[in-house]
Each structure stands twice: as structure tokens, then as C-alpha cells.
């Protein structure tokens, strides 16, 4: 049993460093013109409001991580997800987490760390999630957040190593490919079915 768990966190250990790895550079990087539109924006903002520095800085900081390549993957699914209710972070995540399921915190903890300031990197995940809200003001993790989540993991097909020893057993594409469409529409309903009883 031992042997069976170091070799479990040892796996997904390495595919979490892996997808962490990358979302980071995915999450800090974008096309060079739109970050340096935004960069030039805010700049421009401090310098006629010096006052208002630190809120200046916090919000070039959301808008850069938006305009990365991470936050323009996470936009264009948006549409998609919002009936669940989630947001584009969240998008992300859910697209990592195909790799395996436990990818999607540490693709959380990284979305939500980066571009954060020393003094506010010792709030935890939690903290930070907790107080995530939408550009309308409500809360993005409330109960009808969490629990259609719950339900998408709970019925979603996301592991990728599952969908090769199914092709590798049945030696076709095909039954894996069914197997992770059927799985994914069945686990959006019920997210969606979900999220509109719990909002």
C-alpha cells in the first residue's frame, strides 16, 4: 500500500509540477502589444494619481493577468461555463484537470498567486478564493459555485491516463473518445441542473 501511494504522489506530483510550471508562464506572458497597452495604461494612470498607487497597481495586476495567455484561454470558454457558474479562473482549471483531477488546485493556487504582492502572498488559497467576487460584486465560490463543481468532478471524465489504458484495452479511439464526451455532457447538465437549484 505504501508502495502503491508513493508511486500515486509521485505520478501526479510530476504532472502537477508540470501543468503549475506551465500555467505560470502561461499566467505571467501574453502578446506583447496588449500587455504593453496595459502596462502603459496603468502607468499613465499612477503618474496623474500618485494617491492611488496601490489600488492602481492591484487592479494592472488582474488586468495583466487577464490579457496573459492563460486569462485570453480562460475568456474565450467563459461563455461556455458561466451557466454553471464559473468564471474564467475557473475555466482554466477545469480544462488543466483533464490531466487529473487533482491538477485543479495547484492550478488555483497558481492563477490565484500570480502577480501578488510579498505582503499579501501569506493569505492562504482559501483566503483568497473566499474573497474572489465577479465584476457585478457577488461572491464567485458561493454554495451554488461549490457544489456544481462537486458534481462536474464527481460525473466528468477527467483523467488522462484512464482514457489511454481504455484505448490501449479496446485498441481503438473510439470507446475513450465516447467515453469522454458522454461523461462531460452528462457531468455539465448536472452541474447546470445544480448550480440552478442551489443559486
Request: glycine letters at 6%; proline letters at 3%; hydrophobic letters at 50%.
Amino acid at each position: 500500500m505504501i508502495e502503491e501511494a508513493k508511486i500515486f504522489v509521485f505520478d501526479a506530483g510530476k504532472v502537477i509540477m508540470m501543468i503549475s510550471l506551465l500555467l505560470w508562464v502561461l499566467s505571467t506572458y501574453g502578446p506583447k502589444e496588449k500587455m504593453a497597452a496595459v502596462s502603459a495604461k496603468y502607468e499613465q494612470l499612477i503618474q496623474a494619481n500618485p494617491l492611488q498607487a496601490a489600488e492602481l497597481n492591484k487592479q494592472r495586476k488582474t488586468e495583466l493577468l487577464q490579457s496573459s495567455f492563460a486569462g485570453t484561454l480562460g475568456k474565450a470558454i467563459e461563455p461556455a461555463i458561466s451557466p454553471l457558474g464559473y468564471d474564467w479562473k475557473i475555466g482554466i482549471a477545469l480544462i488543466t484537470s483533464f490531466a487529473a483531477r487533482e491538477v485543479f488546485v495547484g492550478t488555483m493556487a497558481t492563477l490565484y498567486s500570480v502577480g501578488e504582492d510579498a505582503d499579501t502572498n501569506n493569505s492562504t488559497l482559501r483566503e483568497k478564493m473566499a474573497s474572489a467576487v465577479r465584476p457585478d460584486g457577488s461572491k464567485v465560490y458561493d454554495l451554488a459555485t461549490g457544489m456544481s463543481l462537486l458534481m462536474f468532478y464527481v460525473i466528468a471524465m477527467q483523467c488522462m491516463s484512464t482514457l489511454a489504458v481504455v484505448k490501449r484495452e479496446t485498441r481503438s479511439w473510439k470507446w475513450p473518445v465516447i467515453q469522454l464526451i458522454y461523461m462531460t455532457g452528462l457531468a455539465y447538465l448536472l452541474s447546470w441542473v445544480v448550480y440552478r437549484i442551489f443559486i
